[in-house]
């Protein structure tokens, strides 16, 4: 059983880029099934998905987040990585990383693993 | 982008209750429908994928229908550990999107 682990600072300052990385562990990030990708949580509200990516670099994300948001994959370390630019209050949310099925039609489809999620607040 | 808009925003239930959760799509998503459980402080489970599929080791308590725009979350009899946040989610067409939950409270 996969499990994924999001680590990051918990403090971005206003305009800054905010960095998340996910870990996953019990299998490798270079599957044919599965993306990987980020979902958060603003304090009070719903969940909001931001993107997915699979391992050969093909992502999707969300147009309302589009131009500020980059995905990467590092095979190498088992790793996926979330960069969030030019941040403000608003993007002040717990973060989840969380693998999606899928992937052999081509768009990430149900989220079956999840992290625990991270708090980042937006301050200065 | 797809609206997903569930109903009711909060239910009071019991245990051994039989809870229903709808959720509407603001077009057809066909079966691309998606439930999850959040609880505070916890990492959002799949219950149901493709608007009926049981994930597995979900108890059987817990099952989907419908297809189009409407669609049901039912839980047979409502256990202690089974109060928390219900979403749906739309895997239709990027981007994914979710509805704004249905909180299930004593």
């Known amino acids: 059983q996969q499990q994924l682990q999001e680590s990051g600072p918990g403090l971005v300052k206003p305009s800054e880029t905010l960095s998340l990385t996910c870990n996953v562990s019990?299998?490798?990030?270079?599957?044919?099934?599965?993306?990987w990708g980020w979902v958060r949580q603003p304090p009070g509200k719903g969940l909001e998905w931001i993107g997915s990516i699979y391992h050969s670099g093909t992502s999707h994300s969300n147009p309302s987040l589009k131009s500020r948001v980059t995905m990467l994959i590092d095979a190498s370390k088992n790793h996926f990585f979330l960069r969030l630019s030019s941040v403000t209050a608003a993007d002040t949310a717990v973060y989840y990383c969380?693998?999606?099925?899928?992937?052999?039609?081509?768009?990430?489809?149900?989220?079956?693993?999840w992290g625990h999620g991270t708090t980042v607040t937006v301050s200065s | 982008d797809i609206q997903m808009t569930q109903s009711p925003s909060s239910l009071s239930a019991s245990v051994g209750d039989r809870v229903t959760i709808t959720c509407r799509s603001s077009q057809s998503i066909t079966r691309y429908l998606n439930w999850y459980q959040h609880k505070v402080g916890k990492a959002p489970k799949l219950l149901i994928y493709g608007a009926s599929g049981l994930q597995s080791g979900v108890p059987s308590r817990f099952s989907g229908s419908g297809s189009g725009t409407d669609f049901t979350l039912s839980i047979s009899s409502l256990q202690p550990e089974d109060f928390a946040t219900y979403y749906c989610q739309q895997s239709y067409d990027t981007p994914l999107t979710f509805g704004g939950g249905t909180k299930v409270e004593i």
């Open positions: 019990g299998g490798s990030i270079i599957s044919n099934n599965y993306y």
């Open positions: 969380a693998r999606a099925t899928g992937a052999t039609s081509g768009f990430p489809d149900a989220l079956d693993v």
